[in-house]
């Protein structure tokens, strides 16, 4: 996309669609952690029954809550990543340069959020396994 091509409404459009599904992946991405904290919260809370200790399952679904979670918070990442450098091309073509470029994913809260959402699933998964050895 050059500059010179201008302004058209198609472009317009494009642009406007695209930056709709950035907002969109970008919210669905932070309701992928708050799912995994409010779900996993009412798995421990009720998961105990009159035990002090909650058993395995329960840490096998906490577990399992983070970490597909965590990867599908990746792949929401992975997702808007792509758009994003779609959505700069169609703003630089329409005149708008002001959308920042992300230069490494390592750089975002959310790729290490997500990381973390998957090693607490894995340590999960792990505490329930030492239950039933």
């Known amino acids: 996309m050059d500059k010179e091509e ?3 409404p198609e472009k317009i459009e494009i642009y406007r669609q695209r930056y709709e599904t950035f907002r969109h992946l970008d919210k669905i991405r ?3 952690l708050q799912i995994a904290v ?12 009159d035990a002090v200790k909650p058993g395995w399952w329960v840490w096998v679904a906490i577990g399992a809550i983070f970490l597909i979670l965590g990867l599908a918070m990746t ?7 792509n758009n994003g450098e779609i959505l700069r091309k169609f703003g630089h ?3 708008d340069t002001k ?5 490494s994913k390592y750089r975002s809260v959310s790729f290490w959020i997500a990381t973390m959402m998957i090693v607490v699933g894995l340590v999960c998964l792990v ?3 030492r239950y039933l050895l």
Do not use: C, H, Y
Request: no cysteine.
């Open 127 to 129: 505490s329930a396994a």
């Open 75 to 81: 792949k929401i990442n992975s997702g808007a990543e």
């Open 6 to 8: 201008g302004m058209t």
């Open 99 to 103: 959308i920042p470029r992300n230069l």
């Open 30 to 32: 932070w309701q992928m």
């Open 93 to 95: 073509a329409i005149g």
């Open 38 to 49: 409010a779900t996993s919260s009412v798995v421990l809370v009720f998961g105990r029954g």
